[in-house]
């Protein structure tokens, strides 16, 4: 595919500390001794203190780009490029150039994840104290300072801090596993934190309740997330800046409120129309026809075309590279300007100030 060089639309941030943290170049990921992409020439830039979506369907290669900003890629896959870290310091380091204990360290102090089901995270015989106390250990660092950080971090996710710490993982919730792996993956108080689905096992109540703690989180201790999710409206709630996941490439970056409101990609329009709206009644509703296709059958050209209404021999043919679509908006597609007139939006969120997709319409 195309080098998508140009994806990585800079966050304006009004305080004027914005920059990037993280910087992926022409990430790939293979399998099948570079056979099989599940990472396909993936670059996007992560600015200080923002928040960042990823989006897409299952299996478009979103866990697969979480696990490459830490170099945490299961085995036997490669991944080439570069994962660019700045620190606070001014320096910067290439992620894929560390050592196996520089890895280590990096993983946890400066950029940690939240993987997919937290109960999965905690070893069942150990109570949650217990793993905090282990972390902070391995990482060389002061544990009575640390369990007392560790107790703030469960306040802040309105968490009884000494129930928690003294409860094995099975005597806790799904809501409150998941919060207590939150604290956890912070207590080395990391500038980026990584979450891949974090709120998927829990039910609608408990995903919005979680995602207010993790904005005031983010306030709190000036956090970078990145939020990877099939939730559109979930995330959109959250974000300041919003990626879209197709087929293991990014298609489509730009700040939420563009993306949502006047996005340029077909793929991108036919999500947020597929998207379930209880406002709205079940007719306008439009699922999206076709699959998307298998690491192993990606098609030539645009790798949507098989599936898009407005695709031409162009399309599947050349892969399209980014186009400039708005400001910090970039599109993978050939017709992009097409897709606007075209396909009209009914999507609107869920979330307060996450903008609405009926402020701009086609024909």
Known sequence: ???????????????????????????????DGGETFVLDDVSLSVERNEVVGVVGES??????????????????GQLSGEVLYHRPDGTTVDVLELSDEELRQFRWEEVAMVFQGAMSSFNPTMKIGGHFEETLKAHDARVPEGMEFARELLSDL??????????Y???LSGGMTQRALIALSLVLEPDVLVMDEPTAALDLLMQRSILTLLEELQQKYDLTMVFITHDLPLVAALADRMAVMYAFDLIEVAPRDQLIGNSGHPYTRALLNSTPNLD??????RPIEGQSPAPVNVPAGCSYAPRCPLATDECREVDPDFYKT???????????????ERITLNFETAGDGAGSGGSEGGS
């Not at 696990?67 to 890629?73: E, F, N, P, T, Y």
């Open 1 to 31: 595919m195309a080098s998508h060089t140009t994806a990585d639309g800079r966050y304006d941030d009004p305080t004027g500390e914005s920059g990037p943290i993280i910087e992926m170049n022409n990430a790939k990921v293979t399998y």
């Open 59 to 76: 299996g478009s290669g979103k866990s697969m780009l979480a696990s490459a900003m830490l170099d945490a890629i299961p085995d036997p």
């Open 158 to 167: 309105y968490l009884d801090p000494e129930r928690i710490l003294d409860s």
């Open 169 to 171: 993982p099975h005597e």
């Open 280 to 285: 709205a009644p079940l007719s306008e509703m």
């Open 326 to 340: 708005g400001d910090g908006h970039r599109t993978a597609c050939h017709r992009w300007e097409e897709a606007r």
